[in-house]
């Protein structure tokens, strides 16, 4: 695996970077909001997608018959690692998971509908698996969809719909077979404003809001049933190996580390440079060698994924598992080393490291949780890589 990029690479990524300058605006990009960052929740923050759409940047690696360019997924790769590091709204629900399996498995009618649309950045997607009594376990999921005439009626509850108070279209999951755990789930596009959908906010403890969503009697023609009856907990499977490396880019605990070196460098503790405190520095230089650990398995992904086919599964799980898990080991050690201090509330005026310490404390446990549970990925990696049976 080659750990360099090369010339043309490195030129994009200059280029995003002069770009990324220009806007570089506390409305539009913020690192403090941790992995909401990614959301494009304000006028502003989609008229930057916009732009971004506007300089080809949108489905880089979309066939040309569906609006994209062909070239490989490295580039779309860089984009969306440029944008983590900045706190700016990414790409990556629309793009990604929308537009990639619709371009994988979806009708004619869907590709002409939604294709051109997520290329120009006219449309938000909330995603719609998780349920009260379907967390991680995507293929438990209940909510119920009864044929009737030329569509569907759903009825049930999704959670933690992060989106689902601004988007324009729901990524649904729902129950079509209630006799076959797996093989009972279908995808669709259903609109927000479909009436029977009532989205209800939930605050959270990271200061962002997630939702609750319930469907009373929801009507969807069968057009926008995405790929075949019954086989959506696989189409779900494809995009999830997606969604654990897009959503949860390496950049930002790159930039988290930065911070703590940064705070540990220019900081003293009873008179003395906290730079030579032995303890410290050990537990800095652990996490250094663990950050460039998960920069490998980032990069060994993407090296994977441009051979084409689907999303490498095991190596999304390794990366997802190890990098998650290193955002609260940072989050740890940030608190540890700034002490009572660290606890003060991101953005307070004198606070360490800007505050980063207690925010990105009360987000990393999310991050080892969406797009399925550290638990869920060790469960993968034991069965799809190590060979071991079920139960082991």
């Known amino acids: ?24 605006t506390p409305d539009v990009m913020d690192v403090t909001r941790e992995n909401m960052a ?25 066939p040309k018959e569906y609006g994209g360019r062909e070239i ?34 979806g009708n004619e009618k869907l590709k002409q509908e939604f294709l051109p649309k997520i290329l120009r950045n006219e449309i938000q997607f909330a995603i719609g698996y998780t349920e009260p009594s379907a967390g991680s376990d995507a293929a438990a999921m209940k909510l119920k969809a009864t044929r009737d005439g030329d569509g569907w009626r759903l009825n049930g ?128 230089a652990q996490l250094v060698t663990q950050t460039e650990v998960a920069r490998s398995l980032c ?4 090296a994977k994924s441009l051979k084409g086919g689907a999303a490498p599964t095991t190596d999304a799980s390794q990366y997802k598992l190890y990098t998650t898990e290193l955002s609260k080991r940072l989050a740890d050690a940030a608190l540890d080393i700034a002490g009572a201090a660290g606890q003060l509330r991101v953005q307070t005026a004198d606070a360490p490291m800007r505050g980063r310490a207690e925010s990105t404390y009360r987000w990393a446990v999310n991050y080892t949780i969406g797009a399925g549970s550290s638990e869920v ?16």
């Open 72 to 105: 490989e997924g490295v580039y779309e790769f860089l984009l969306n690692e440029s944008l983590a590091r900045r706190g700016a709204p990414q790409i990556g629900k629309g793009v990604g998971i929308v537009g990639k399996t619709i371009i994988r498995h």
């Open 299 to 302: 990069l060994r992904f993407v």
């Open 38 to 62: 990614q959301l494009v929740d304000t006028a502003p923050r989609k008229e930057f997608l916009t732009k971004c759409a506007e300089h080809g940047w949108f489905g880089m690696g979309w």
């Open 377 to 392: 990925q060790k469960n993968i990696i034991a069965k799809r890589k190590l060979g071991l049976p079920p139960n082991f």
């Open 157 to 284: 509850q999704k959670i933690f719909s992060t989106s689902a108070h601004f988007a324009d279209w729901y990524w649904v999951g729902a129950r079509t077979d209630p006799t076959n755990k797996h093989r009972g789930i279908t995808l669709f596009l259903i609109n927000m404003d479909n009436p029977g959908l009532t989205v209800n906010p939930m605050p959270t403890i990271g200061d962002e809001t997630t939702n609750s969503v319930f469907f009373d009697n929801v009507y969807v023609s069968d057009d926008y049933r995405v790929g075949e009856l019954n086989k959506g907990f696989q189409y779900i499977s494809e995009a999830l190996d997606l969604e654990r490396f897009t959503m949860f880019a390496f950049a930002p605990n790159e930039e988290r580390l930065e911070e703590l070196c940064g705070y540990v460098a220019t900081e003293t503790r009873d008179g003395k440079p906290l730079r030579e405190d032995p303890v410290v520095r050990q537990r800095i």
């Open 1 to 24: 695996m080659n750990f360099e990029f090369s010339a043309e690479e490195r030129s994009f990524l200059h280029d995003v970077e002069k770009f990324l300058d220009h806007f570089d």
